[in-house]
């Protein structure tokens, strides 16, 4: 298990941990997930930084951060907005920035950056308008942080520093998940209302949550990823990831391993297959991992169910 990132390092102590971590005068950041689609990262910059009213790029790609410290922040000239704990930076692709100290320890802050254009969607659905204005119409906002949206980045922040072979689905859709309310909540402090979903648009997320969960079951057995499934869709991944939940009430994640831990299920009933093998087959990273999911799911080990199915009495 990493060692969690604990916001109260001295620099001489920085942690070496994710997929790349980068020590510089006065800061520290680190890389935990790493896809063509989403970049998840926590920095941390302390109260000496000589970057502390620099100029700062955002990079590409929308993003946002969630600062645990106290800071002032300032993008492309607008007016100076106050990030704590209790809110969430959403912000464009490529804009100039700079920060200024509240917190006398200095700033710690976990972030996400999507792709562009998967970005633009998820914004494009609740404000159609922005097609027309442009993508930099939407404002560098701070959005409030509500319990729910708090829970969803802690523990999928969490969950990467825990996990050292994550499930690259499960992370990317948790990720749109919380762009999406973050959006919402950020329209509704800017005065506009996210659109009401339209029949037309009920329409189209049931026909893509058709399509995938047919794709699904008829192939969970063999490897799969979140693009595979959208393109059997005909669909984008943020937009199977919002219409799958949407029409089904589940994560498309855990319709595909449910649908796996039943197939586990039967094959321990049935069969003589070792774990280790039937984990490995059906998409499991481990023997591990598959009982520690068989058990959530079941409330029993794999082990447990082989025995009783192999109980003469």
């Known amino acids: 298990m990493n060692e969690p990132l604990n916001p109260n390092w001295q620099e001489s102590s920085a942690p070496d941990t994710g997929l790349r971590s980068v020590n510089a005068p006065g800061r520290w950041s680190c890389l935990l997930f790493d896809s063509e689609l989403l970049q998840v990262g926590a920095m941390r910059q302390f109260p000496d930084s000589p970057m502390w009213g620099g100029g700062h790029d ?24 106050v990030g704590s704990a209790n809110g969430v930076f959403l912000n464009n692709p490529f804009s100039q920035y700079q920060r200024r100290k509240i917190d006398p320890a200095g700033e710690y802050t976990e972030w996400f950056r999507f792709d562009f254009e998967a970005g633009l969607e998820v914004i494009r659905h609740h404000d159609p308008g922005s097609a027309e ?11 409030y942080r509500t319990g729910t949206l708090f829970k969803m980045q802690r523990r999928l922040h969490a969950s990467l520093r825990n996990d050292p072979l994550p499930d690259p689905m499960e992370i990317e ?30 329409r189209a997320h049931r026909a893509i949550a058709h399509d995938a969960s047919r794709f699904i079951a008829a192939n969970f057995r063999a490897p799969l990823d979140a693009a595979e499934i959208a393109r059997a869709a005909c669909t ?17 994640h855990r319709f595909l391993t449910v649908l796996r831990l039943r197939e586990a299920f039967g094959q ?24 520690s999911s068989f058990q959530r799911e079941f409330g029993t080990t794999p082990m447990s ?5 192999q109980d003469p009495s």
């Open 268 to 291: 321990l009933e049935n069969t003589s297959l070792p774990i280790t093998e039937l984990a490995f087959a059906l998409g499991f990273s481990s023997h591990a991992h598959l009982s």
């Open 133 to 143: 204005r442009g993508p930099q119409s939407v404002r560098s906002s701070l959005a």
């Open 173 to 202: 859709e948790a990720a749109f998940r919380l762009l999406d309310r973050t959006v919402r909540s950020a329209l509704e402090a800017d005065g506009r209302s996210s659109i009401v979903q339209r029949a037309s648009t009920a």
């Open 58 to 81: 955002t990079g590409p790609g929308f993003s946002l951060g969630f600062p645990q410290r106290a800071m002032e922040y300032q993008r492309d000239n607008h007016d100076w907005v």
């Open 236 to 252: 984008s991944r943020p937009s199977l990831f919002r219409a799958f939940r949407s029409c089904t009430g589940m994560t498309v």
């Open 305 to 309: 169910v082989r025995g009783a199915s």
